[in-house]
């Protein structure tokens, strides 16, 4: 939740997270399937209940100042965010696959009542194609690393709404040939970004670990 503040604190537009589910069903807010990278346990996420997750130490491995920090659950993020910021929600489905994992979602999404105030973007398009068919007005963005042949065919195969290709992949006649069939373009990638390259494209958005560096580039 701190990362997410300071993002906030840092003029962005939106925040992005990754979710895993629970042993007990749960979508935990956590990048990695497992637990030892960024909390003090180990073992896979759906191997644990939520309860036992939230009791971990989630901040340490990064500062000791954020020792107290926790895995949140999305319906903790999104009931803070609610009316505050939009949410693009990364859905992590392998490695480790989920059955019905776009179901849980969409099933928290109705009963918070944020369907307008959220995006779900994935590697495994096939389950953004799932949750388009049970869901068509939640926005949805196919994530990829690689060039494609055809960016738009890929997108509108799964009924998505975005396309995010990894920024070093992306060219001005890919972002063309998908405003072109009214899909938004937002690239992704790490602290390795050159801004200034991708805002030149012509994109909609970009993501960014510190928000901060592209609004510089936008003011320039």
């Not at 992590?92 to 779900?120: C, H, S, T, W």
Request: glycine share 6%; net charge negative; aromatic share 8%.
């Amino acid at each position: 939740m701190a990362a997410f503040q300071r993002g906030l604190a840092l003029r962005a537009d939106a925040i992005e997270l990754d979710v895993n589910l629970s042993k007990d069903g749960e979508l935990m807010v956590i990048h990695d399937p497992i637990l030892n990278r960024t909390t003090n346990g180990s073992g896979l996420v759906c191997h644990h209940t939520a309860a036992e997750i939230q009791a971990l130490d989630a901040g340490s491995w990064f500062d000791p100042s954020f020792s107290d920090c926790r895995v949140p659950t999305l319906r903790e993020v999104l009931q803070w965010a609610k009316d505050r910021t939009k949410v693009v929600i990364e859905l992590k489905n392998g490695p480790i696959f989920y059955p019905d994992i776009e179901v849980a979602l969409v099933r928290l999404l109705d009963e918070l009542n944020v369907r307008d105030q959220v995006m779900a973007i994935s590697f495994d398009h096939i389950v953004l194609g799932q949750l388009k068919a049970i869901a068509p007005d939640v926005a949805t963005g196919v994530i990829y690393a690689s060039r494609v042949p055809d960016a738009p065919a890929m997108a509108k195969l799964v009924n998505a709404d975005l396309v995010m290709p990894y920024w070093a992949m992306l060219t001005r006649e890919e972002v063309e040939a998908c405003h072109a069939a009214d899909l938004f373009v937002s690239p992704w990638g790490g602290p390795e970004q050159d801004y200034k390259h991708i805002l030149s494209l012509g994109v909609d958005a970009v993501g960014a670990d510190y928000p901060d560096r592209p609004r510089q580039f936008m003011a320039e």
